[in-house]
């Protein structure tokens, strides 16, 4: 049974990794899907091969999550196609992880203006597309939020205040029948991380690892099925949780 069926959906940063994996999930279980990107028309294309192959609809769309000129014409484009708004999710991010000593002011708000003020960007345009019927936001955030580690310092803070946003929308939005909650992912296989666990870094992978009782990382799929039951009808008493999917690491 497709859960999903004749509801739609934008993922920002959906042209790799977790976002790709949500886009998928979500077309497989019906939605049509705006698949949006930043920069690689050619990854997002890939992912609307593999939609379209299945059977799925979806579209790709560039804009630049931290630029309300790009975010506006995203959701203007959506309207375009579609028509209506039922489900937003949140992915598209940024992260540099480093000492204390190495972080910039630009970096910071780099971090900040994705990870955080693109998400409220993108809210503020989904409100003018929701139909009476509400919708459901989805905020991608990460396990380092409640249980931050050394030299992720701006990236834990900008997934905190991601996790609080969500929160308070949930109670700001719940009148209009807009859920709001986050997801939590622990260490997830995606090319994106295996580039950055090199070094230092990778000595981190393996501790993660090791602490993960499901003993394995985590893949973009696994996060995908919960974006499908959050974006469904069986969730519809769920608001304002975060909710980690990190195979128990805590």
Request: overall charge neutral; hydrophobic content about 45%; aromatic content about 4%.
């Amino acid at each position: 049974m497709k859960t999903l069926q004749s509801k739609v959906a934008i993922v920002t940063g959906a042209s790799r990794g977790i976002g790709a994996g949500i886009a998928r999930s979500l077309a497989a279980a019906g939605a049509s899907v705006v698949v949006n990107y930043a920069s690689s028309r050619a990854a997002a294309d890939s992912v609307l091969r593999d939609i379209i192959g299945a059977g799925g609809r979806a579209i790709a769309v560039q804009a630049d999550m931290s630029k309300s000129i790009d975010v506006h014409r995203l959701f203007a484009e959506t309207k375009a196609v579609y028509g209506r708004l039922d489900v937003l999710v949140n992915n598209a991010g940024v992260y540099h992880f480093g000492s204390i000593e190495s972080i910039t002011e630009a970096g910071f708000h780099q971090d900040f203006d994705l990870n955080v003020l693109g998400p409220i960007l993108a809210t503020q345009e989904a409100l003018g597309l929701f139909t009476d019927h509400g919708g459901s936001i989805i905020n991608i955030s990460s396990k380092v939020s409640a249980n931050p580690l050394p030299q992720t310092l701006v990236y834990s803070a900008t997934k905190a205040a991601l996790d609080v946003a969500t929160k308070v929308l949930a109670k700001e939005l719940g009148a209009k029948n807009i859920r709001v909650n986050s997801i939590l992912p622990g260490a997830t296989d995606t090319p994106g991380n295996a580039a950055g666990l090199e070094g230092e870094m990778g000595k981190m992978g393996k501790m993660m690892l090791t602490a993960t009782p499901l003993g394995r990382f985590g893949r973009a799929e696994d996060i995908g099925k919960v974006a499908v039951f959050l974006s469904s009808p069986e969730s519809v008493w769920i608001t304002g949780e975060t909710i980690r999917v990190s195979g128990g690491l805590a």
